[in-house]
């Protein structure tokens, strides 16, 4: 049992560097990644080159106009999920309209595709300040950022009073004054968010998921999800698993 639980573990610690990669859908994994302000999975994505991606459309004969098409379609996705997950909308469209833009100075392919992951990193940047704007201390940004980072482990209030360096009543109270809710809740709902991402764009199970998180047992998190969501895991899944499509472009409003 002893092996097992250390076996586990290192299950888990496997998964945090890769979970969230090949069972996805790629193209819904990596527009949530931007959506989610991940700055390490958003580079990682953005690793490889945009002229060597697979399963890219001819949309011109022209290869320099061609990845310029790729390069605006797939700012325009960013966009919308980015409004999605609450960026203003005259942000994100101005953000669009200058990457676009710049685009479409490029001379040569290669110039495009070293745009790309600028781009993205922007976009996925402004996502992760959201969570912040209306915090004022830096203790209380950096217990967020840290907990954002770290969903796949048992993250308690004593580790964050200690990454800041102020007593666990004092952050309690600080984190509750400035974020509107406990620490303990915030872990939660971050935990929640991330499991209903799992749920809908993964092929993981609910109990897969809840070890994923760290969730004490599967019980406990259905317990947990039930009470953020109103239903089960297993039946959030049934409802949503791979279907919420992305649309299409002629329906993104201006």
């Given amino acids: 049992m002893k092996y097992q639980k250390e076996l586990v573990y290192r299950e888990f610690v496997r998964r945090e560097n890769n979970i969230f990669h090949a069972p996805y859908n790629p193209e819904l994994e990596f527009y949530s990644v931007i959506k989610s302000g991940d700055l390490k999975k958003t580079k990682e994505l953005c690793s490889e080159s945009l002229m060597e991606k697979k ?20 700012t325009a996705l960013v966009a919308r999920y980015c409004i999605e997950g609450g960026m203003e909308l005259a942000t994100a469209y101005s953000l669009s309209d200058f990457y676009i833009h710049k685009a479409d100075l490029c001379k040569i392919p290669e110039e495009v595709s070293n745009l790309h992951p600028i781009m993205c990193m922007d976009y996925a940047n402004r996502m992760r300040n959201l969570r912040k704007q209306k915090i004022c201390s830096k203790p209380v940004a950096i217990c967020i950022d840290y907990i954002c980072d770290n969903l796949h482990t048992r993250i308690t209030i004593k580790t964050l009073s200690e990454l800041v360096n102020l007593s666990t009543s ?65 039946k959030y899944q049934t409802l949503y698993f791979r279907n919420i499509g992305i649309g299409h472009l002629d329906c993104f409003p201006r």
Wanted: hydrophobic share 40%; charged share 20%; with cysteine.
């Fill in 55 to 74: 399963g890219l459309g001819n949309l011109s004969d022209n290869c320099l106009r061609n990845i310029i098409y790729h390069f605006a379609i797939t």
């Fill in 170 to 234: 004092y952050l309690s109270r600080l984190f509750k004054k400035e974020a509107g809710v406990t620490l303990s809740d915030y872990i939660q709902n971050k935990k929640i968010e991330t499991a209903q991402n799992m749920l809908i764009y993964s092929d993981f199970t609910p109990a897969q998921i809840a070890s994923v998180l760290a969730f004490p047992n599967q019980s406990y998190f259905t317990e947990i999800f039930r009470k953020k969501t109103g239903i089960t895991p297993k």
